[in-house]
């Protein structure tokens, strides 16, 4: 599913691809999202891509995730097979690395 418009309420698919100017307002379920917009509500996905132009405001919880730099998230992330109260995996992408 692609959407480039405004969407308040529950949404649930195989595979969401949200464009830049969009909006969501509500529960993601997704077994893969690519989310590039505005995003209110709790996220649920098992491939999660978040690019830098996406602001995000819910808890997250995800099998893989890829977050560029420059997306802004304010909320908890908790990988699904985690055993640690509050553990997450992040892969940040581009940017400069602290490692050299």
Not at 41 to 57: K, M, Q, W, Y
Request: with cysteine; aromatic share 2%; charged share 20%.
């Amino acid at each position: 599913m692609h959407i480039d418009g405004r969407i308040e309420g529950d949404l649930a698919c195989a595979a969401l691809v949200q464009g830049t100017d969009s909006r969501i307002k509500g529960q993601i379920t997704a077994r893969s999202a690519l989310l590039a917009g505005q995003v209110e509500g709790a996220i649920d996905a098992g491939d999660l891509v978040i690019e830098a132009s996406a602001r995000i405001t819910g808890d997250i919880r995800y099998d893989s995730i890829t977050v560029s730099p420059g997306a802004q998230i304010d909320g908890r992330f908790t990988h699904k097979g985690a055993t640690i109260p509050g553990g997450a995996e992040l892969k940040l992408v581009g940017g400069d690395s602290p490692q050299g």
